[in-house]
C-alpha cells in the first residue's frame, strides 16, 4: 500500500501533533532513485484562515530561513498544497535532550560531565549564530528563542546537538510579536522573562544555565508547580551545585552560576561567554559508556573533549520541540526533582 502525498511529498509517517500543526515524516522523490527525508510540518487547516496563527507559522519558517548554522535546523520551503499551509525542514535523526537523559536515568548511567558539557556547548554557538544574526542590509535581528529548555534540543546518532522550536522567538523581524507577553517553559524562564519585563539574548543564557545545572547534577532546578517556580526564580538565589554534588568542578561552577545570576546585569553577557566550558577540567567516566553513546553516539565523548568540531554538520535535523512532540513527555526527572522516571 503506498504512501499518500501532499503536493511533491510522500508522507511516510506522522511524527508528532501539536496545537497548531501536525508533522510528518516526508519523502522527496527524484530521478533515478533519488530520495531525501525532510519534515513536513502542516498547520491546521482551521487555522489558515486565523491572521495570527498563519502569521506565527510563516514567520518561523522565514526566521529558520534567515539562519545558517549547523546547530540549526534547515528549512527548505515554505508553501501551500490546496490550502493548507505547510514548511518543509530538515530531518533530524535523533532525540530530544530529555529523552536522553531519561533513558540515562532508566539505565542507572547519568550523561558523564564531557558529554553535557559537549551538548551546551554546541547549543551555545547555536544560540550565538542566532543572537548576533544580521538581515540583508546589516541591521541587527535580536532573535531571542525564549524557549530554551532540554525538549528543545536534539542529538543525532554521531552526537551533533541541534536547538529546535523556534516558533516563539522573538526578533525586530517580527513587528507583531508582543515582548511584554510571558511565552516560553516557565521552568526555564529568567526573572525577566516571568516579571514580562523587555527581553535580550541574556533570557536564553539564564534558560541554557538551567540546563546545564540540570544535566550537571542530576536534579531538577526549578521542580514545583508553575506558580512555585516563578516565585523561585523571581526571588531566590541558585543553590550551588557544588553543595548538592560533592567534588564538583568548580570552574563548572564558576560558570553555570554565571549564567544563572537573577541580575541580569551581572549574568554572562552572551552564548558565546560559555567557551569558558572549554577551560573546565572535568573526569570522564572511565570504563563506562555514555548515554550518547548508548542511543548511538560513537563520537560525543570525543566530541566533548575537543571542543565543536565547526565543519561536522551531522545527520539531517529538524524534529520540533515541546508543542510538537507526542511520544514522549522527556521530563528526565521524578516529581521529587530527582533522576527518574517522570
Not at 82 to 92: K, T
Amino acid at each position: 500500500m503506498s504512501n499518500p502525498t501532499f503536493g511533491r511529498y510522500e508522507l511516510v509517517r506522522r511524527l508528532a501533533v501539536g496545537g497548531m500543526a501536525e508533522l510528518f515524516l516526508a519523502r522527496m522523490r527524484g530521478e533515478a532513485g533519488f530520495f531525501h527525508d525532510v519534515v513536513v510540518k502542516r498547520l491546521f487547516r482551521n487555522l489558515t484562515e486565523h491572521d495570527g496563527p498563519r502569521r506565527m507559522f510563516q514567520d518561523e519558517a522565514k526566521l529558520l530561513a534567515a539562519l545558517s548554522h549547523p546547530t540549526i535546523p534547515q528549512v527548505y520551503e515554505l508553501g501551500q498544497v490546496d490550502g493548507s499551509w505547510y514548511m518543509a525542514m530538515e530531518y533530524i535523526d535523533g532525540y530530544d535532550l530529555s529523552a536522553l537523559w531519561q533513558q540515562g536515568a532508566r539505565l542507572g548511567r547519568p550523561m558523564p560531565l564531557g558529554v553535557a558539557i559537549g551538548v551546551v556547548m554546541q547549543i551555545c554557538e547555536g544560540l550565538h549564530h542566532a543572537h548576533e544574526r544580521r538581515d540583508r542590509i546589516g541591521q541587527p535581528l535580536r532573535i531571542v528563542h525564549r524557549d530554551v529548555n532540554p525538549q528543545n534540543m536534539m542529538v543525532t546518532r554521531d552526537g551533533v546537538a541541534k536547538l529546535v522550536d523556534f516558533g516563539i522567538a522573538r526578533t525586530t523581524a517580527r513587528r507583531d510579536t508582543d515582548a511584554n507577553v510571558v511565552k516560553g517553559t516557565y521552568a526555564y524562564m529568567a526573572p525577566e522573562q516571568v516579571k514580562a519585563m523587555p527581553l535580550d539574548k541574556r533570557v536564553d543564557v539564564f534558560a541554557l544555565g538551567v540546563v546545564l545545572y540540570e544535566l550537571t547534577t542530576g536534579v531538577r532546578l526549578f521542580a514545583g508547580s508553575d506558580v512555585q517556580n516563578m516565585t523561585r526564580i523571581v526571588e531566590e538565589d541558585v543553590l550551588p551545585p557544588s553543595v548538592r554534588v560533592p567534588g564538583y568542578p568548580q570552574g563548572l561552577e564558576t560558570v553555570v552560576l554565571s549564567m544563572l545570576r537573577r541580575n541580569r546585569a551581572q549574568r554572562m553577557h552572551g552564548a558565546a561567554r560559555c567557551c569558558a566550558l572549554r577551560g573546565v577540567d572535568f573526569p570522564l567516566r572511565a570504563g563506562k559508556r555514555s548515554v550518547a553513546r548508548d542511543r548511538g553516539s560513537a563520537t560525543a565523548e570525543a566530541r566533548c573533549r575537543g571542543g565543536v568540531d565547526r565543519a561536522h554538520v551531522g545527520s539531517n535535523g529538524g524534529t520540533p520541540g515541546r508543542r510538537y512532540r507526542s511520544r514522549e513527555r522527556a521530563a528526565g526527572f521524578n516529581s521529587t526533582g530527582a533522576a527518574g522516571d517522570p
